[in-house]
T-cell receptor, first 112, second 115 residues
Framework: GDSVTQMEGPVTLSEEAFLTINCTYT??????LFWYVQYPGEGLQLLLK?????DKGSNKGFEATYRKETTSFHLEKGSVQVSDSAVYFC???????????FGKGTRLHILP | DVKVTQSSRYLVKRTGEKVFLECVQD?????MFWYRQDPGLGLRLIYF???????EKGDIPEGYSVSREKKERFSLILESASTNQTSMYLC??????????????FGDGTRLSIL
């Protein structure tokens, strides 16, 4: 079945460092891909999405590109801030229903 | 902005009790979902609903049931609570859009402890 695999955390970086969180997926069709973020004490919120191959989603300085050839959707940010500390979830949605399949999440700690 | 409201942030119940978790959304969304979130396991889908009085089992429905009598409200019921149901429970909603990639909007979660 469909699945999402993302790098295990926690990931600890210093402020202004470059961030990459790896995400790969398995799907039978051509899914849409998402990154969600969960700040401490809150629910998940959509960070960015991409709906077809080579699309780039971006928001709040974060970017991810839908790579069909490598079945990947890695999250990147050029210069992280302490306020980016959160848990990040990669997810996919097949276009046959409205369910979303989530990865296990990656906890990110940014040190000042 | 979409608002998904879960009735309690923290809840403590005893083994064997019947527990109700309530979720209300204010954006007239057709779809509603219940997940549980556990360390190392991520989010797992318990039940979902595409319409009033309609429900579908997710990946881990055992020990749970749901009710959707009104479009805006989706209740999760633990018929006889057990300690292995201690978890964070997240409710989400989305508009109907097969193929339209509608994102899900989440509540802040209910941290449930079963003693």
């Amino acid at each position: 079945g469909d699945s999402v695999t993302q790098m295990e955390g926690p990931v600890t970086l210093s402020e202004e460092a470059f961030l990459t969180i790896n995400c790969t997926y398995t799907a039978t069709g051509y899914p849409s891909l998402f990154w969600y973020v969960q700040y401490p004490g809150e629910g998940l919120q959509l960070l960015l999405k991409a709906t077809k191959a080579d699309d780039k989603g971006s928001n709040k300085g974060f970017e991810a590109t839908y790579r069909k050839e490598t079945t990947s959707f890695h999250l990147e940010k050029g210069s992280v801030q302490v306020s980016d500390s959160a848990v990040y979830f990669c997810a996919l949605s097949e276009n046959r229903d409205d369910k979303i399949i989530f990865g296990k999440g990656t906890r990110l700690h940014i040190l000042p | 902005d979409v608002k998904v409201t879960q009735s309690s942030r923290y809840l403590v119940k005893r083994t064997g009790e019947k527990v109700f978790l309530e979720c209300v959304q204010d954006m007239d969304h057709e779809n509603m979902f219940w997940y549980r979130q556990d360390p190392g396991l991520g989010l797992r889908l318990i039940y979902f609903s595409y319409d009033v009085k309609m429900k579908e089992k997710g990946d881990i429905p055992e020990g749970y049931s749901v009710s959707r009598e009104k479009k805006e409200r989706f209740s999760l019921i633990l018929e006889s609570a057990s300690t292995n149901q201690t978890s964070m429970y997240l409710c989400a909603s989305s508009s109907l859009g097969v193929g339209l990639n509608q994102p899900q909007h989440f509540g802040d979660g209910t941290r449930l402890s079963i003693l």
